[in-house]
C-alpha cells in the first residue's frame, strides 16, 4: 500500500489536477491497484506518479508490492530508429496531449464547421498514420503512433456527427480541465459507484475540507504576486482535497491561462532567440490551451499566430492571425502577422491586402511598407502570376 | 528493396500491374494480354495448365479444368455458397480435412488456397518475365466483403506462392485509389464494382491526398458468373424444349455452354442479337444434335435485371451508413468486367440521377490500385494515404445466443473500442469471451473468429461484476481483443490469429511443395 512520507508537500510540490487529485486519494490503506481504480486518473498515470513519489521520497509502500505495470514499453528519443528525432519528439509531446478536449486534439476551435473537422483530420493521419511508417524500424514508438491515430480518428467520428459533439460540448463546460476525458459513460458510471464504495469517513471529510480552503487561500495570494505557478499549483490541490466545491474549479482556468501564458513566454526566452523547434511547438501548445479558456484574447490569438508561422504550420498560422484580426482589428501587428503568412502560403494579393492594412493602422512602422514593395516587385517579375 | 507488384486475383480474370519510372503499368502476359483467365487444369498428359492455356482446352477436359475456385475459399463444406457450386461446376468438390471445400482434378485434390497460389504465382512470373527481376513483395486484392478467414486464406495462397503478402486491400478500395491519385480536388465517388464472382460499392471521400473510404457493402456470392449462369439456363430449357434432350448432367456439354453462354454475354454488350452455335452437343438414337439459337439483348436483360437490381440494394444500405443521398456523390467510378454491360451501366446511371465516370478501364483498375498501395507503405514516391475501414462488425456472443458488435462495419482501421459487460449467474467465477464477425444479431449466424476464457472473477451477484471487453484492430487487420474484471483488474487477452481453411504447418509445407514451380533465376 503506498502511503504518505511525513513532508511529503515539499518533495512534491507543483502537481497537476489528477496528480493532485491522486495525492490526495493516498490513505496508506487503498492499494495501489485501488488507487488506480478510485482516481479516475489513467491506469498508466498513476503508474508514472507513483513511481516517481516513490523516487522521489513523498510516498513509500507498506505491505504490498506495487503491480505489473501496463506498458512496460516507456523509453524516449532513439536515434537508432527509422524516425527523425524532431518527429519522435513531437510524438511524444503529442501522446502526453492525447487527453486534451478532443477538438483541441485535433487543432480546430469548438464552432469549426464539418470541413474544417476534416481537414485537420486527414492532415493529422497524414503525419501519425502507422501505414506512413509501413515496414520502418519504429521500437516503442510503434505503439504510440496507432494510439494517437485511434485518438485522432476518434475525436473526428465524435466531432462529426453532430449529437455527440453537442454532448462534448455540454460535458466540457460543465467540468474542470483534465476531466474532458469523456471516452465511456459506462467508465464514468463505474467509477461512481467504485467511489460511492471508497466512502470517506465525516471526521476524514471535515479535515479535507479544511485543508482546502487552506489552500486556496494560498492561491489567492500567490496569484495576487502574480506568482501563477505556484497558485495553480495550490488551487490544483484544493481541487484535490475537495472536489465538491465549484467555485475552486472556476477559479482554477483563470489561474492555468496566466500559467501557461507565463510559460510559454519563459520557454520563447529561454530559446534565447535561436530557432528552438521544440520550445517553440510546446509554447504553441501552451497557448492553445490559453485560447481554450480565453477564446476571445486576441494577443494570445497573435503570439500562436506568430509561433505557428515560426513553425512553418501555415495552415494553423492563418486561422490564428485570422482570428486576432476579427477580435482586434484595429491592431497594426495583427494585420503584419496575417500578413506573413499569407505571403508565405502564395496568396500575394491577400497579403498586400493585409499589409496594407497593417500600414494604415501604424504608418511609423517601416516593414508593411517594404513588404508591399517586396512583394510587388516580385509580381512585376513574374507577369500574368495571380493571388 | 525490389519492387511491389499489386495483384487483382479475380473470379475469372485475374490481373498484375507494377509502378516503372514512377507511373503504374499494368504487365501484359506473354500471350500480350493484360488480364488472364484465373483457370488452373491439369491436361490429358499431367501437364499443369495455367490462365489462357486452361481456358483453351476447357471444353475437351471439362472435369479437369478449374475455374471460380475464388467462390469457394474460405468458405465451410456445408455452407449455402459451396452447395451451390457442387452443384453446378463440372470439376468435383469434396470435404476436406478441416471441413473446407477442395477441388479433385485428374487424380489429384487441390485446397482453394493453392489452386490461388497456383494463379497468384503465375502473375508472380508474368511480372518477374516481364521487370526481368525478382519479384517477392505484393499487395493483394479481396473483395470488400470477404471476411477473416476468406483474406487470411488469400494471403496464406500468397506464401504458398513465395510471396511476401504486404497487405491484403479491398478491390473498390484499390479502385478508389486508382481514381483519385493526382486529383487534387475534394469530392465524394461511389465504386461500383461488379465482377466475375463477387459485388462490392464502397463510398469514399478524396481530398488533401487523403482517400478514405467512408463506407462499404456487398455480397461475396453475385457477379457475372450468375448471370452466365442464368443464360445457360434458359439455352439448357430451350434447347430441351426443341429437342427433348436434357443437357444437364453432360459436363463435356454443360461446359461448352458455359463458355457460349459467357461469349454471348459479352456480344450482347455491343449487338441487339447473337447466335450461339454449338454442333454436335448431343447425341441420341436418332443421331447427332445441334445447339442453334439466338438470343436478344432483351432477353438477357429480362433473365437477369433481378441479380443486377439486388446490387442495387447493397448500394443504398451503403450510402445510408455514409449517411449520404445519392446526390452528395460527385462521380461514380464503374469497376469489373460486369459493368460493361449495358444494363449495369443504365440501372446504376438510373439510380444515381449520374452518368458513371469513364475514365478507368473496369478490368485493370484494381490491379493499378493495389500496386500504388504497395508504392505508398514502401517508399516515399507515392504521397497518398489511404483510410480503409473494417467491411464486417466485430463483437462477442452473448449469453442469449445475441451478438453484440463492438466494432461496428465500416469503422476507420486501426480502431479500439470497448464496453463493459457482466455476469449472468451469482457465483460465477468465468467468462467465456466469443469473437465474432458478421452482421446478424444472432451469434450463431456470424462467423467465430477466436474464444478465450476470463476467470478468478471475486465471488458476486449475478449483473455485479462489471468486464470490460476491448478490441483492437490494427493497420495491417490484426485483431487483438482483452476482457479486464474491473474490480480485480485481472485481464486475458488474445491475438484472434485470422484462421484460413489450412494450418501454419500445412501452409507452410504447400510452400516448399510449390517452390518447384519458381522461375530459375537468371545469372
Redesign the interface.
Known sequence: MPQLVPGWEEKASVLSTEEGFLLSRIDGETSW?GL??VSGVASERVDECLERWLQDGAVTLAALGR?VRDDPAGGGIDPSLDLSAEFQERILAFERGLDRPYHVLLGVSQDADAREV??AY??L??DF????Y??RELGHFGPRL?RI??KI?LAY?LLQDPSTRAELARSLAGQPRGASNAG?S??RR?LERMRRQFQIPEEILAERKFRARQLCESALVAGHQKRWKEAAACIRLAIAFDPWTEAYKESFGDIQVEVNRQRAEELLSEADGAWDARSRSEALALYDEVLHYRPADAEAHGRAAQLALELEDFERALEYAERACELSPESASHHFTRGRVLRRRGMRKKAIEAFDAARRLDPEDPRAQEEIRKLRQRSERTPGGNS | MSRVIGIDLGTTNSCVAVIDGGKPIVIPNPGGYKTTPSMFAISQDGKRLVGHLAKRQAITNATNTIFASKRLIGRRFDSEEVRRSVELCPYSIVRGENDDPRIGISDKTFTCPEIAAILLRDMKNVAEEYLGEKVSDAVITVPAHFNDTQRQCTKDAGKIAGLNV?RILNEPTAAALAYGIGREVEEKIAVYDLGGGTFDISIVEL????V?VLATNGNTFLGGEDLDLRLVDHLLKEFEAQEGIDLRHDAMALQRLKDAAEKAKCDLSAMQTTEVNLPFIANDASGPRHLNLSVERETLEELVRDVVEQTLGCVSQCLDDAQLGVEDVDHVVLVGGQTRMPLVQKLVAEYFGKRPHRGVSPDEVVAVGACIQGS???TDETDV???DVTPLSLGIATFDGHFAALIPRNS?V???K???FTTTRDEQSAVKIRVMQGESTLAADNDLLGEFILNSIPPARKGEP?I?VAFDI??NGIVSVSARD????SEQSITVSARGTLSEEEVEALGREHAEFELPEEK
Open positions: 491497484a488506480r481504480a503491480p476534416k481537414r486527414f492532415r493521419s497524414k498514420h502507422p501505414d506512413r509501413f515496414g496507432d491515430f485511434k480518428a467520428e465511456s459506462e467508465k463505474w | 504486404l481530398g488533401e491526398g487523403v478514405e505508398v507503405l514502401t494515404l489511404l483510410l476507420t486501426p480502431v479500439m470497448s464496453h463493459v462489471e470490460e490494427d493497420a474491473l474490480a480485480t483488474q
